[in-house]
């Protein structure tokens, strides 16, 4: 099995992600660890308490950071999330509390007791991570690959014409994590937008699992709303799914050896840019396997209750 840690801002695309992360037998999910961005940093452990009771998972869950390293934070993302971060669809209030140590500490702390074996797997604002890395550099060595969905390298951002939300909303970590020493593969929107959850495979996954999935497409249906509005089709990018699948499913995926560069100021911040004449140990994705992976979403995720 796959020891992971995955830091998130749950969200609905976080949501559909972590209960697959959460039911996969492949994957041991150490720690969640959240993050300011879909939703407030509150909310997202609330959130991420609330889908840990949904599933039965058993991982630690730390809070992190409320906002960016320096830029002044954006607003939450309700219009495509919801006010409560799972479309307005409440779940119970959840009866675990989370850990006392921030999610800095308790990335490093996990990281260093299982040398080279963690992937970290960011799928929000990369803060929380850019803090671990300040608070124990070594973690740079010891962690065995860092797997983000974030970025927009070779296609137009869905903030701005350049920036994706994740590296937007704080680019100075986003720096940070990207230029340290480890292991990156970057989901980026060049391979996250090649992927569709329709309503009729919604309704599926409703079927197979009535307590979880349906939550997930009741809850699903805001964000389908959302992008019904604002890009006339119908269904929802599961983004952050892209980045934990990869962890499970490496095959699935083709990736492309670069470096990058992250814009931290002016119109394109945010932006993510290939350096591509610098070859070593970072990468992004530029195509994934879809049918595999949509079977592979229902196998697992609809497994649960
Ligand atoms: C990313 O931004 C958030 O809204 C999603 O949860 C995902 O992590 C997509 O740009
Ligand atoms: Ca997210």
Redesign the pocket.
């Known amino acids: 099995m796959k020891k992971i840690i995955i830091d998130t801002?749950p969200?609905?695309?976080?949501a559909q992600a972590l209960c697959y992360a959460m039911a996969h037998p492949q994957l041991e999910l150490l720690a969640l660890t959240t993050i300011f961005?879909?939703v407030s940093v509150e909310l997202a452990t609330q959130n991420a308490l609330q889908l840990c009771e949904l599933t039965g998972s058993t991982a630690l869950v730390a809070q992190g950071e409320h906002q960016p390293l320096q830029i002044k934070p954006h607003p939450v993302?309700d219009f495509?999330?919801g006010k409560n971060g799972f479309g307005n669809v409440d779940l119970p209030p959840p009866a675990r509390q989370a850990d006392s140590r921030s999610a800095a500490e308790l990335i490093v702390e996990i990281v260093r007791q299982h040398p080279g074996e963690v992937s970290l797997i960011p799928?929000?604002p990369l803060t929380n991570i850019a803090q671990a890395l300040q608070l124990a550099p070594d973690i740079a060595e010891l962690a065995a690959e860092v797997i983000i969905?974030?970025g927009a390298v070779e296609v137009a951002g869905?903030v701005s014409p350049y920036a994706?939300?994740?590296i937007w909303n704080d680019p100075h970590a986003a720096k940070q994590v990207l230029d340290a020493k480890w292991p990156v593969t970057l989901h980026g929107?060049d391979v996250?937008h090649q992927v569709i959850f329709s309503p009729e495979f919604l309704d599926t996954l409703a079927q197979q699992s009535p307590q979880c999935g349906g939550f997930l497409r009741d809850a699903s249906q805001f964000y389908v709303d959302f992008y019904q509005s604002r890009n006339g089709f119908n269904g929802c990018c599961p983004?952050?799914l892209l980045a934990i699948c990869y962890a499970a499913n490496p095959q699935w995926y083709t990736t492309r050896t670069s470096n990058f560069s992250v814009t931290t100021e002016g119109e394109e911040i945010g932006r993510t840019t290939a350096i591509a004449d610098k070859p070593g140990n970072k990468r992004y994705a530029t195509a994934v396997d879809v049918d595999s992976l949509l079977e592979d979403y229902l196998k697992i995720t609809g497994g649960l209750q």
Request: aromatic share 0%.
């Open positions: 801002d969200g609905i695309d976080d961005g879909n993302a495509v999330h799928i929000g969905m974030g869905n994706e939300a994740n929107l996250t983004h952050d």
